[in-house]
């Protein structure tokens, strides 16, 4: 089911698919709630999942010039609200990591468990704040090209053949996300702080999905300072780069059902 929900003035788009429990997806930097499609599908025989188009991308609007990461968790909460909603897993893909770390931080009493999919709790470093800035100025020049670079950056470069098909469907879906969308995006994330001390303090399980071949997530940082933390779980994907949810696709998708689960089991309990 696609449906619409209201926040600030504009119509969010969504999708509901499956019964239960319920896991809510959060897609990544240029894309829209598509990509979860494949994810959808084999999650919902499961677990009632919900995939959102978050502001400016997909169907959903744009709200000014800037979207910080804590009105897209806003914006989540109002769906989830719409629907009647309280408690979910929350899984968040790059900057839907990102988005899924703000709402950690603003509603900690909705999650029974957090999955950072190819996402990392730290701040921009001044140089990707610089990155950040030439890169709005390349989409207000060419939002294409710089589309074409980034999806293509975002897979392991020896898997670019191998998923060539999911490659241009990625550009077609990240096309149609707006020009005034994307510099958004940029600039919320150049701004958002760093949440780091989340995954010390998580009352809940976490689930951190790293790409070996990934040349965004600063992998090592993050293994050494989750080091020990006895409700965090690693999985290190051998094969992917940033894209695990296609690179390794069967190895995630049944890796996300045991944890949620997992997690579901643990609330009830309580």
Known sequence: MIGFAEFRKIRVRFSDTGKGRTIVLLHGFPESMEVWEEFSVKLSRHFRVIAIDLPGCGETPCIGYVHPMELMAECVKTVLDSLGLRRY??????????????????????????CLFHSHPYADSAEKKVDREKAVVLVKKDPKHYVNEVITSLFAPDNLSLFKDDVRELKQIARRTTRQGIVNALEGMKERPKRDWLLQYAGYPVLLILGKKDRIVPNELLLRQTSGLKHVQILMLEKAGHMGFIEEKKLTQDSLIRFARKCFSRSSKK
């Open 89 to 114: 897993v929350m899984v968040g893909h790059s900057m839907g990591g990102y988005v899924a770390l703000a709402f950690t931080e603003l509603f900690p009493d909705h999650l029974s468990g957090l």
